[in-house]
C-alpha cells in the first residue's frame, strides 16, 4: 500500500526562504508520527506543505496519493488541520461553526453534534458565540470541526496548547480513536511528554530537515472514529 | 457550486445580522454621505434634483467599499481564511457566495439611499423601471468586482487602505453609467437611459465570470 504521506528531498519555500529545505518523510497508514524540534525547525511548514497550503516548489511530495508538486489543491477535503489559531467565526455559535465545517463537505450536519458532545461541549456552551469562548473552549470547537469532518489524515500543529488536563486527555483518546478508525495522524509538539506516548515514531526536525527519528511510545487502543467515505485516501488521486 | 455559494452567503448574512455591522455603520454612512454632499451643493433645490443622481451613486460606491472590507474581514481572523481554504467548498461557490451576501446588503442600502434622495432632494423618478434595472445590474456588477478585488487585498497588512484606491477606479463606470441611467429614470427620459444600460450589463457579467474563474488563484496568492 502506498504511504499515505511520502516527501522526498521536498523544498517548499516562505517568501524567498526555504521553509522546508530537503525533507525525507513517509508515513503508513494508521501511523501517529510526533515531530519535535526548536523553532523554526520547520514542523508548521511540513504540516502545512501536507495540508497543501504551502506549495512543495522541489522535490517530490504526495499525500494520500496526490501528488502536490503537481496540484496541491486536491488534497485539502480529506485533510483535518488543526493550527496554532482556531478557525471559527467569532459571530457564530460553536454549534454553527462545526455545522459550517461539515456541511461544506457534504456531510450530514448530525455529526457536528456528535463531534460537540465527543469533545465535551455540551449545554450553552453550544449555542454560546465562539468569540466569547475562551482559548481552550475554541480549541476544543475546532477539535469537534475536525472530528466532524472525518479526514483521512490528521495534522495537529500544537495541539496541546491552550488546553486543559482533561481536554489534553480527550486529545489522546481522540488521536487513538482516529487511529483505530483508519486515519493517519501527523502531529507536532514542544511537550514530548504528551505527545511522544502517542506516537509510532518521533521525528526531529532543524534547519527545515528531518534530522533524526526513533521509535514513540505506546497508545492504548479505543473505539474508532471513522474515515470519511472510507475510501480514503489512496482513492483520491 | 450552487450549494457551497449558499453556504458561504447564509453564513457570511448570519455574521452580518449578528454583528450589525451593516446596519450601524454602512447605512449611516452611507446616509451621511448624502447629507454632506447636498450640504456641499447648498440649498438651491434645483441644483440639488439636478446632482441627486449622481449623489445617490456616489454614495453607493463608498458604502459598497465599506461592504467589501467588511466581507474581507470576516475572512481575516486568525485561522479562518486558512480554514476556508480547507473547507472543501469550490473557489468559485465561495466568490459567488460572499457576492451574493455583499449584494443583498447593497440592495437594502440601494432602497435607503433611494428613499433618502426622494425625501432630502424632492426627486421623483418617472421611469421605476430604469432606475431598479440599474439598481440590479450595478449590484451584480459592484459585489463581483468588489469580491474579486477584496480577495486580491486579503493577504496584505494594507489592505483596509489599499482596497480603496484598488476598486474605486474600477467601479467609475458604474458611477458614470448609473448615474446617467437615473438622470434618464428621473426625467422619463427611457431611450437615453437603456442606452447607459448597456454598458452596465457587460460590466456586471464581465465581473461575474472573471470573478468565478480568478477567485480561486486570488485566494491562493493572498
Given at each position: 500500500m502506498a504511504p499515505v504521506v511520502c516527501f522526498r528531498a521536498a523544498v517548499a519555500l516562505a517568501g524567498r526562504f526555504p521553509a522546508l529545505a530537503g525533507v525525507d518523510l513517509s508515513l503508513e497508514k494508521g501511523e501517529v508520527v510526533v515531530v519535535v524540534g526548536p523553532n523554526g525547525a520547520g514542523k508548521t511548514s511540513l504540516?502545512?506543505?501536507?495540508?497543501?497550503?504551502?506549495?512543495?516548489?522541489?522535490?517530490?511530495?504526495?499525500?494520500?496519493?496526490?501528488?502536490?508538486?503537481?496540484?496541491?489543491?486536491?488534497?485539502?477535503?480529506?485533510?483535518?488541520?488543526?493550527?496554532?489559531?482556531?478557525?471559527?467565526?467569532?459571530?457564530?455559535?460553536?454549534?454553527e461553526n462545526v455545522r459550517f465545517a461539515v456541511r461544506a463537505l457534504g456531510l450530514p450536519a448530525a455529526g457536528a453534534d456528535e463531534a460537540l458532545e465527543l469533545v465535551g461541549l455540551t449545554g450553552r456552551l453550544r449555542t454560546t458565540p465562539a468569540g466569547r469562548l475562551s482559548a481552550g473552549q475554541r480549541r476544543r470547537v475546532a477539535l469537534a470541526a475536525l472530528v466532524a469532518r472525518r479526514p483521512a489524515l490528521w495534522l495537529l500543529d500544537e495541539p496541546h496548547a491552550g488546553l486543559d488536563a482533561g481536554a489534553r486527555a480527550l486529545l489522546g483518546d481522540l488521536v487513538a480513536r482516529a487511529v483505530a478508525g483508519g486515519a493517519t495522524v501527523l502531529l507536532s509538539s514542544h511537550e514530548p511528554q504528551l505527545s511522544v506516548p502517542l506516537a509510532d515514531r518521533v521525528v526531529t526536525m532543524g534547519g527545515g530537515r528531518v534530522t533524526a527519528e526513533e521509535p514513540g511510545g505506546r497508545r492504548p487502543t479505543l473505539a474508532p472514529v471513522p474515515v470519511a467515505g472510507s475510501a480514503e485516501a489512496s482513492h483520491v488521486a | 457550486m450552487w450549494h457551497d455559494a449558499a453556504l458561504v452567503a447564509a453564513k457570511d448574512l448570519r455574521i452580518e445580522a449578528r454583528s450589525r455591522v451593516a446596519l450601524w455603520q454602512v447605512v449611516p454612512f452611507a446616509v451621511l454621505v448624502l447629507v454632506l454632499l447636498a450640504f456641499a451643493i447648498g440649498p438651491d433645490q434645483a441644483a440639488l434634483r439636478h446632482a441627486a443622481p449622481g449623489i445617490f451613486w456616489v454614495a453607493l460606491l463608498f458604502s459598497t467599499v465599506l461592504a467589501i472590507q467588511r466581507s474581507v474581514a470576516v475572512e481575516s481572523g486568525e485561522g479562518t481564511r486558512d480554514g476556508l481554504r480547507l473547507s472543501g467548498i469550490d473557489p468559485a461557490g465561495i466568490f459567488l457566495g460572499k457576492a451574493a451576501a455583499v449584494g443583498l446588503q447593497l440592495l437594502v442600502l440601494e432602497l435607503v439611499l433611494w428613499a433618502g434622495v426622494t425625501v432630502l432632494f424632492d426627486v421623483?423618478?418617472?421611469?421605476?423601471?430604469?432606475?431598479?434595472?440599474?439598481?440590479?445590474?450595478?449590484?451584480?456588477?459592484?459585489?463581483?468586482?468588489?469580491?474579486?478585488?477584496?480577495?486580491?487585498?486579503?493577504?496584505?497588512?494594507?489592505?483596509?487602505?489599499?482596497?480603496?484606491?484598488?476598486?474605486?477606479?474600477?467601479?467609475?463606470?458604474?458611477?458614470?453609467?448609473?448615474?446617467?441611467?437615473?438622470?434618464?429614470?428621473?426625467?422619463?427620459?427611457?431611450a437615453s437611459g437603456t442606452q447607459w444600460l448597456k454598458i452596465l450589463v457587460p460590466f456586471a457579467l464581465v465581473y461575474f465570470v472573471v470573478g468565478l474563474v480568478l477567485y480561486g488563484p486570488l485566494q491562493e496568492a493572498a
Open positions: 504540516l502545512r506543505a501536507c495540508a497543501g497550503l504551502l506549495p512543495v516548489t522541489a522535490g517530490e511530495a504526495s499525500v494520500l496519493g496526490v501528488d502536490l508538486t503537481a496540484d496541491h489543491t486536491a488534497v485539502r477535503r480529506y485533510i483535518g488541520l488543526l493550527g496554532h489559531a482556531a478557525p471559527l467565526y467569532d459571530e457564530l455559535s460553536a454549534a | 421623483r423618478v418617472h421611469v421605476a423601471w430604469l432606475a431598479l434595472v440599474s439598481c440590479l445590474l450595478a449590484t451584480v456588477g459592484l459585489a463581483c468586482a468588489g469580491v474579486l478585488y477584496g480577495a486580491l487585498s486579503a493577504g496584505l497588512r494594507v489592505r483596509d487602505t489599499l482596497l480603496p484606491i484598488l476598486v474605486l477606479p474600477v467601479l467609475a463606470p458604474v458611477l458614470l453609467a448609473g448615474s446617467k441611467v437615473w438622470d434618464a429614470a428621473l426625467s422619463g427620459n427611457t
